[in-house]
């Protein structure tokens, strides 16, 4: 059975009038991926802040491989580290200078040792004598890498770490989380706006509103709870007959060209419309189903959408 | 949970490894910046210069006394800038690197780093000291050690510690209200120049400011340098009363700086610091 490594519960923050983090309680086991998302003031980097001790908390415990992380700072802190696009290094030292500071500050012992074994890990030998602030967006990610992993944690909270980054410098990044979560049994709380990279990374996502968990689930339950499907017909014979048919089973439709239609539909009675035109003499040539994606439950959530089925 | 303003906010079971780091740090920075090494060391040298310079033209008229009163004064006053700078622009450099948020989520006590922020103030002024001693005795025949060396050992500590309170409670400041109060690291300090009589004597200052001057530390360590460059025994009454307003002043900052950090995190604006 697996252990919890972080265990938050009923967190809140207020700044005078204004609630924040409105008493959300999760958690994330041993080698789990946690997604958080959320739009923007949804609450989600006050939170982390929160898990970080540089937010004071309102009220809720934050308890660290079962330890109660106010009582437990440094020894909590210890055993987690955390990397994001928006915190860098010192940028007027170089790469080795920071990454000896930091194995300083998480009593690395044999710390020359430590940090070349993942500079070698990373590639990134040929940056250590290089300043800080002359690396490329890229290879700062990677060197920020290496220091979150310097004290070996058990957990690392990701915050955007993706954010900037060119596609083919994204798409590598991620192959090494992959990689960093299989390998060291690593478990992650990982914050994007970006809904491929959540559905690629994690096993369960926390979705945020206004300061409260709206959803909690696994990136594929979460889709399904969007009951909505789009299907794309390519026909060929009378518009006028399709049309008609579609209006008497009242379905929401729209010709994107002569013979092609878009139908929103349920992903339930997708058989049921295809069948139903075969029927009417309307030969079918191409069919697509576009399902919905996590970031369609994202979006339905940030405009306000009440009709997602929430479990939580 | 919110932790109250009188107690340290985290286990403090100190680190000298953790300390070492911060020191080490500050020592890479102070290394790589341009910007430091004219702050601390080339202002250090070009002041004791002018002063050396404006010594030898007062040591030529009726009071040649006043030529040493502002070469002693000037060195001594370069023990409270540069260990102020060093402990509030110390943390600077951080915030303006988006890491200080990194060091604090390390297993960093604050208690470590305010005592690593304190030694690299006093390993810099050391060194500085030394320098501009150096300097004023070989191009201005002013050897600072006639003063006496318990004297200038007493001054030391007294002026340290009394730039250790002003820097942390800047720094205090600085954390509780953002970058946009960050002139006051450099600015600040220079208040202390004249309420203190760094260069003059404190009778050359109007009543109401004579009062105030008394109320601040380094004013008796001025008056007590300026009277040991005639007779070098050491009073130990004027130091002693220097001694304890300082650890009245340094607990105060420590209390100051605790409360104030406390208030940064509960309204978020420590996390905010970085932009």
């Not at chain 1, 979150?148 to 915050?159: G, K, R, V, Y």
């Not at chain 1, 992959?178 to 690593?186: A, C, G, M, S, T």
């Not at chain 1, 399904?224 to 008497?248: H, V, W």
């Amino acid at each position: 059975m697996q252990n919890n490594i972080l265990d938050v519960k009923n967190l809140t923050k207020t700044f005078g009038e204004f609630t924040a983090v409105d008493n959300i309680s999760f958690s994330i086991k041993e080698g789990e991926a946690v997604g958080f998302l959320g739009p923007n003031g949804s609450g989600k980097t006050t939170t982390i802040q929160m898990l970080l001790g540089i937010t004071n908390v309102t009220s809720g415990s934050i308890l660290y491989f079962g330890k109660d992380f106010f009582k437990h700072k440094q020894q909590c802190l210890q055993r987690i580290n955390f990397t994001s696009a928006f915190n860098t290094l010192q940028g007027r030292i170089s790469v080795w200078e920071n990454l000896i500071v930091f194995a300083s500050l998480y009593s690395i012992k044999n710390p020359k040792e430590k940090i070349m074994n993942l500079v070698n890990y990373f590639n990134s030998e040929s940056l250590l004598n290089q300043r800080y602030w002359n690396l490329s967006a890229g290879q700062k990610t990677r060197i920020n890498f290496i220091k979150s992993l310097l004290n070996d944690p058990e957990l690392i909270l990701m915050d955007e770490p993706t954010a900037s980054l060119d596609p083919d410098v994204v798409d590598k990044t991620l192959s090494l989380i992959e990689e960093l979560k299989d390998k060291r049994n690593l478990a992650i709380l990982y914050t994007s706006h970006n809904m491929n990279e959540i559905t690629r990374i994690c096993n369960k996502v926390v979705f945020l509103d206004h300061g409260q968990i709206v959803a909690q689930d696994s990136p594929l339950s979460l889709t399904k709870r969007i009951g909505s499907a789009r299907l794309q017909i390519t026909f060929d014979g009378d518009k006028e007959k399709l049309e008609n048919y579609l209006k008497e089973k009242e379905n929401t439709y729209s010709f994107i060209k002569k013979y092609i239609v878009v139908i929103d539909t349920q992903e339930k009675d997708i058989p049921g419309i295809i069948f139903g035109i075969s029927k009417s003499d309307i030969w079918i040539t191409d069919i697509e189903v576009k399902k919905p994606t996590l970031e369609d439950f994202f979006l339905q959530i940030a405009r306000g959408g009440t009709n997602v089925n929430s479990k939580n | 949970m919110k932790t109250s303003f009188y107690k340290l906010p985290e286990e403090e079971q100190m680190s000298t490894q953790r300390i070492k780091a911060i020191i080490l740090q500050e020592l890479y920075i102070t290394k790589h910046s341009l910007e430091v090494i004219i702050d601390l060391f080339y202002f250090s040298v070009i002041t004791i210069i002018v002063f050396g310079l404006v010594s030898v033209y007062l040591s030529g008229t009726n009071n040649p006394l006043s030529a040493q009163y502002i070469l002693v004064g000037m060195i001594l006053w370069e023990i409270i800038r540069v260990t102020q700078y060093s402990i509030s622009v110390g943390a600077l450099w951080n915030i303006w690197s988006r890491n200080l948020s990194n060091m604090f989520v390390a297993p960093l006590t604050l208690s470590e780093y305010m005592l690593a922020a304190m030694i690299a103030g006093l390993i810099k002024t050391g060194i500085i000291l030394v320098i501009i001693s150096v300097i004023a005795a070989f191009l201005f025949r002013f050897n600072i050690l006639n003063i006496g060396i318990v004297n200038l050992l007493l001054a030391f500590v007294n002026l340290t510690i009394f730039a250790w309170s002003v820097g942390i409670i800047i720094l205090a400041v600085i954390f509780r209200y953002g970058q946009r109060i960050q002139a006051l690291a450099w600015g600040l300090v220079f208040l202390f120049q004249p309420l203190t009589a760094a260069f003059f004597p404190v009778s050359v200052l109007p009543e109401p400011l004579r009062l105030l001057a008394y109320v601040f530390p380094p004013t008796y360590v001025f008056e007590a340098a300026r009277v040991a460059l005639i007779n070098p025994s050491v009073n130990w009454n004027t130091m002693g009363i220097s001694f304890a307003q300082n650890i009245i002043y340094f607990l105060l900052s420590l209390w100051f700086f605790n409360y104030m950090f406390n208030k940064s995190k509960d309204i978020g604006q420590f996390a905010k610091n970085e932009g």
